[in-house]
């Protein structure tokens, strides 16, 4: 075979050997592409799926809650109602009295001075001695700015309880102090603990942080009511903050029996429970853990030497800086 006929069989050779391999590639490219579509299919319903349990067991502790905001709604909404009927009877007093001087006005200005007139005016002056008119002027303010003040703890309350039920769809980040939603947080499940737990705070000066306040609020009420739970509704927490160059602390510490060591790495596993069943779903720490991993922040879990188990979340305070 001559030289030339060799170098086209090789040539020929190699064509058909490239046109394999890119028909080869092609396959393996649709293939993959196919694989990536599935991948971001199951991504995406995984996301959903985990929004949902956020929701979900927002709705338990919201379940949990409810008794207790209801009660501290009443409160306020008990002496507001109080006070209104009382300014309902002033303001019958004050109409009495204003009656009375449209009635003499009108009779002055007909005519002067009459015996008539003169006993008018003296019925007058019994009636506002009997009414206390100076009296019920100067309480009738005191009741409303104290209406007003309980109007305000209610709109707090019903402020606290929406901004830990928004979805995350809805949250938005923004600067914040963090004492302050602790705070928050404390006000939602305070009438669950208050009569059993005695709680310290020891905040530190803070930075305002960029973050999601309802997601840390639901965060801190789960830590809090993890350890009224573990002390059995008696007992201590200490919940401590503090600032290390760009990052937050906050500490929470309670008095209970701590954790099992051989649970330590597995708190923050999903479904994992310490509590019989049916008293707890296992998602709490697990949906906690994750939403401070969001803030690009830690959770970490510790047995204090001195008994008890002791939170630590480190939040940094712009995450936006270490993207």
Not at 189 to 197: L, S
């Amino acid at each position: 075979m001559s030289e030339p006929q060799n170098f086209k069989n090789a040539y020929e050779e190699e064509k058909a050997a490239r046109l394999r391999a890119e028909k080869l590639l092609e396959t393996q490219s649709a293939e993959l592409q196919q694989i990536n579509a599935t991948l971001q299919e199951a991504y995406d319903k995984l996301q959903d799926q985990q929004s949902r349990l956020v929701q979900q067991e927002k709705l338990a502790s919201i379940g949990l809650l409810a008794a207790g905001v209801a009660h501290e709604i009443n409160n306020p909404v008990g002496f507001i109602k109080s006070n209104l009927e009382t300014l309902h009877e002033y303001t019958r007093s004050y109409t009495k009295a204003l009656l009375a001087y449209q009635r003499l006005a009108t009779e002055v200005s007909k005519a002067d001075l009459t015996a008539a007139v003169t006993r008018k005016l003296n019925s007058l002056n019994q009636l506002l001695q009997s009414t206390n008119l100076e009296f019920i002027t100067k309480d009738g303010v005191d009741c409303i700015q104290e209406s007003l003040g309980g109007v305000r703890r209610v709109e707090k309350i019903i402020a606290n309880l929406r901004d830990f039920a928004r979805s995350d769809e809805d949250s938005k980040r923004s600067f914040g102090n963090i004492n302050d939603v602790i705070d928050g947080a404390v006000k939602l499940v305070w009438n669950e603990i208050r009569y059993g737990i005695e709680l310290e705070k020891d905040y530190g000066e803070l930075p305002e942080i960029w973050a999601t306040v309802g997601q840390l609020s639901q965060v801190f009420v789960n830590i809090i009511m993890n350890a009224a739970h573990a002390m059995e509704g008696q007992g201590k927490i200490t919940i401590r903050t503090s600032c290390e160059a760009d990052d937050v602390h906050i500490d929470f510490i309670d008095a209970g029996p701590g954790i099992e060591p051989e649970n330590l790495d597995k708190l923050f596993d999903p479904f994992f429970t310490t509590k019989e069943v049916g008293s707890g779903t296992g998602l709490g720490l697990y949906i906690s853990h994750g939403l401070i991993a969001k803030h690009q922040g830690s959770m970490q879990a510790f047995n204090e030497p001195s008994a008890g188990a002791r939170f630590r979340i480190t939040l940094p305070v712009d995450p936006r800086k270490r993207a």
